[in-house]
């Protein structure tokens, strides 16, 4: 656990707490490291996730399969990026999506209990005795980081929206490619996704996508090589300002 302090301190979540008072920190909020191996489900449909989880290696995709056992990614979570955090809140909901490993991922589940009950737990930060009220703040202070990755989540999740409101796969491809170059800061960037996670992300058929994409790149529109992108017209989406 020590050698991912330094990572831990640095992520929205632990935002505002200080180094010194990591170690116990983890220890009230019942901290466990999972290893998962690539290909490996977490999770499944119907299951009750107990803890927020935080990805402390590799990546996870989130996806919904449907009774004929058709694949959609919702989301890619990467290192340093939170998941679950939702059913951890509300442990009487049961899980409507697949957690899986996308590589070999190492994990850390955190029980919210106490960050959501204010609880405090008398314990010793930093060799020194903390008082409940100092508990209280720094549970406060999780209670606001986790409402901030919540808002960030639903945001994201209204911008999927758009990518799957586009009549047809070019006008998908075209504002999911193009938000990711704004996210990127530039023409270039590397997605988190191979052809049929891209087209599972943007529930479309694998091969369309490919013809699509193929199309496009000879239009002079962009140009890839697997998961890297750049985008070319300059009166692409990507050159537009505003979100």
């Not at 008398?122 to 406060?140: H, P, Q, S, T």
Request: glycine residues 10%; proline residues 2%; charged residues 30%.
């Amino acid at each position: 656990m020590e050698k991912y302090i330094g990572m831990l301190v640095n992520l929205p979540f632990f935002a505002g707490i200080c180094p010194k008072e990591m170690g116990v920190l983890l220890q009230s909020l019942a901290a466990v490291e999972e290893r998962f191996e690539k290909g490996q489900v977490l999770y499944r449909q119907g299951d009750r996730l107990k803890r927020m989880g935080i990805v402390l290696e590799g990546s996870l995709s989130l996806e919904r399969e449907d009774f004929w056992g058709n694949r959609s990614i919702l989301a890619v979570v990467e290192a340093g990026e939170v998941f679950g955090e939702v059913y951890a809140c509300r442990k009487d909901r049961t899980l409507n999506i697949n957690v899986t490993a996308q590589t070999k991922t190492k994990v850390l589940l955190l029980d919210l209990e106490p960050v959501l009950e204010g609880r405090p737990e008398g314990r010793r930060l930093n060799g020194k005795a903390r008082g409940d009220e100092a508990m209280r703040g720094i549970y406060a202070r999780l209670a606001v980081n986790l409402v901030h990755i919540l808002a960030e989540k639903t945001w994201f999740m209204s911008r999927k929206t758009e990518y799957l409101s586009g009549r047809g796969i070019r006008e998908k491809v075209e504002a999911y490619l193009s938000a990711q170059a704004r996210r990127a800061g530039g023409s270039q960037f590397d997605i988190p996704f191979n052809r049929q996670e891209l087209a599972d992300f943007l529930s479309v058929d694998r091969s369309a996508l490919s013809r699509e994409l193929g199309k496009m790149k000879r239009e002079g529109i962009l140009d890839y090589r697997k998961n890297h992108f750049r985008l070319l017209a300059a009166g692409c989406e990507a050159d537009r300002t505003g979100d």
